[in-house]
Nanobody, 119 residues
């Protein structure tokens, strides 16, 4: 049974920072890309950041220069460092992993963590 668990969300003032870890656990053979998505109320889920197994990253234009995605392969964990947060960053943040477990490759989702940016 594979699980992805995000944490680190909360309420932060504009201009503040948060760090979101996402840990994958279970009978994992290998992990390819690990991504972050977010969904604001009334909006579609959008891709925020990608990190490949080799550490290559890519970001949505709206977060470039403010968010950094990093990865600890030994811990099967990714970290989304969010700086200079804006009210429009308010959303539920979800982790997604493309991985192989029990001889099968598929995508897994975490349950999400709420980030609220407000004064």
């Amino acid at each position: 049974q594979v699980q992805l668990k995000e944490s680190g969300g909360g309420l932060v003032q504009p201009g503040g920072s948060l760090r979101l870890p996402c840990a994958a656990s279970g009978s994992i053979f290998s992990i390819y890309a690990m991504d972050w998505f977010r969904q604001a109320p009334g909006k579609q889920r959008e891709l925020v950041a990608i990190i490949t197994s080799g550490g290559s990253t890519n970001y949505a234009d709206s977060v470039k220069g403010r968010f950094t995605n990093s990865r600890d392969n030994a811990k099967n964990t990714v970290y989304l460092q969010m700086n200079s947060l804006k009210p429009e960053d308010t959303a539920v943040y979800y982790c997604n992993a493309d991985l192989v477990a029990t001889y099968r490759r598929r995508n897994y989702w975490g349950q999400g963590t709420q980030v609220t940016v407000s004064s």
